[in-house]
């Protein structure tokens, strides 16, 4: 079983910019192309997918003007999607988890501040077990994005279709 990393990078996008439209277009143009780059090069292959933070509603956006993009896993840390628009992404995967952080105070204040662009996911969970499988953890926005994270949580959710919780709440 082969694991080939293919980080997507796209231009940092300011907190107060994220609200200016040619920042946000210019991002999801750049993983738009990555990701269709990838799934053209590996037609075969199961991808899956980690987005954090701005990440996912670049994925979800993504995913809404292409429809035809699937994989096998898609993993969401510190989620800004929210609930109502989550099932365009749990549509194009065949298992959708949700890492939340218990202290993730990025998440809460996205949401606080703009409602109606920013949802809770990354804080409570999808809460819909149709279309995600959450896990929370006891950290802050970012924590996730260790290589412990992904070896103990990512990698057996990929590997073993093992989809192990955190210790902190067992």
Not at 11 to 33: C, E, K, M, T
Not at 85 to 101: K, M, S, Y
């Amino acid at each position: 079983f082969k694991i080939h990393l293919a980080p997507i990078a796209y231009d940092f996008v300011f907190a107060p910019g994220i609200a200016l439209s040619d920042q946000r277009q210019s991002a999801l143009i750049s993983v738009y192309q990555a990701l269709q780059n990838i799934l053209e090069r590996h037609p075969e292959a199961k991808i899956s997918i980690c987005a954090h933070s701005f990440g996912t509603i670049l994925l979800k956006h993504v995913l809404t003007l292409d429809r035809t993009m699937r994989f096998d896993r898609i993993f969401l840390f510190g989620s800004l999607v929210r609930r109502d628009a989550i099932a365009i992404i749990a549509q194009r995967a065949e298992l959708l988890i949700c890492d939340c952080g218990a202290r993730d105070w990025v998440v809460a204040l996205a949401n606080l501040v703009r409602p109606d662009l920013y949802g809770p996911t990354g804080l409570y969970g999808v809460r819909n077990a149709a279309l995600a499988r959450d896990r929370f953890f006891a950290d802050e926005h970012g924590s996730r994005l260790t290589f412990e994270h992904f070896r103990q949580y990512v990698y057996p959710a990929i590997v073993r279709d093992d989809v192990p919780l955190p210790n902190e709440f067992h």
